[in-house]
């Protein structure tokens, strides 16, 4: 048999703690509500007249009152279950897979590339040319390669950033992939 919290100590729970407590009695509930949905056969064998009279009257008034006393205080519970939030936000993907193009001839600068990715000791790996020499395409399919290859990060984070941009659209971008609410992200 479980304890009774009163509603004081209830408030004081955190959200997980009350919804564990809600879900809990809410079992407890439902095994008395089997227990009861278990006896209904017998107090049917009870009925005569077209089960308009009973045999045991005493019998049928205190089953009818405790069936009336769990839809009660089952009703009762359910409206208690009202949770303004019980779960987090799911979590972003860690790769958002984009299109991209397959170039053949670049093969070996991925393989260089990813092997700098996997290498512990390279903090930073830097890509630079002129433009249409492919940087985008390679980065590209170093992205999606995240999501096919097994590797040790938790998210990876496309951010687009130009000669022109602005840092702080830039981090508001990054707080959003890794599931930061604006007003979360913003304090």
Same mark, same amino acid.
């Given at each position: 048999? =479980?304890? #009774?919290?009163?509603?004081?100590? =209830? ?28 006896? &209904?056969?017998? =107090?049917?064998? @009870? ?7 009973? *045999? ?12 009336? *006393?769990?839809?009660? *205080?089952? @009703?009762?519970?359910?409206?208690? &279950? ?17 299109? #991209? ?5 670049? #093969?070996?600068?991925? #393989? ?5 990715? *996997? ?21 590209? =399919?170093?992205? @999606?390669k995240f999501s096919t290859t097994p590797n040790d990060f938790d998210v990876i984070i496309w951010a687009l950033v130009s000669k022109h941009s602005d840092v702080v659209k830039i981090q508001d971008r990054i707080g959003g992939n890794i &599931? ?8």
């Amino acid at each position: 048999m =479980q304890r #009774e919290v009163d509603p004081a100590e =209830q408030r004081l729970l955190k959200p997980f703690e009350r919804v564990q407590l809600w879900l809990s009695k809410a079992e407890t509930m439902i095994t008395e509500a089997e227990k009861l949905n278990a006896d &209904g056969p017998q =107090q049917m064998n @009870n009925l005569c007249l077209g089960g308009c009279a009973s *045999k045991n009257c005493l019998s049928s008034y205190k089953f009818g009152k405790k069936v009336a *006393k769990m839809l009660k *205080k089952i @009703n009762d519970h359910r409206s208690n &279950g009202a949770f303004a939030k019980v779960a987090e936000s799911q979590p972003a993907a860690s790769v958002v897979v984009r299109p #991209e193009e397959r170039p053949i001839s670049q #093969e070996s600068m991925i #393989e260089k590339v990813w092997s700098c990715i *996997k290498d512990k000791d390279v903090g930073v790996i830097g890509l630079y040319g002129l433009g249409g020499v492919g940087k985008t395409t390679l980065l590209t =399919q170093i992205n @999606n390669k995240f999501s096919t290859t097994p590797n040790d990060f938790d998210v990876i984070i496309w951010a687009l950033v130009s000669k022109h941009s602005d840092v702080v659209k830039i981090q508001d971008r990054i707080g959003g992939n890794i &599931g930061f609410s604006d007003a979360f992200w913003k304090s």
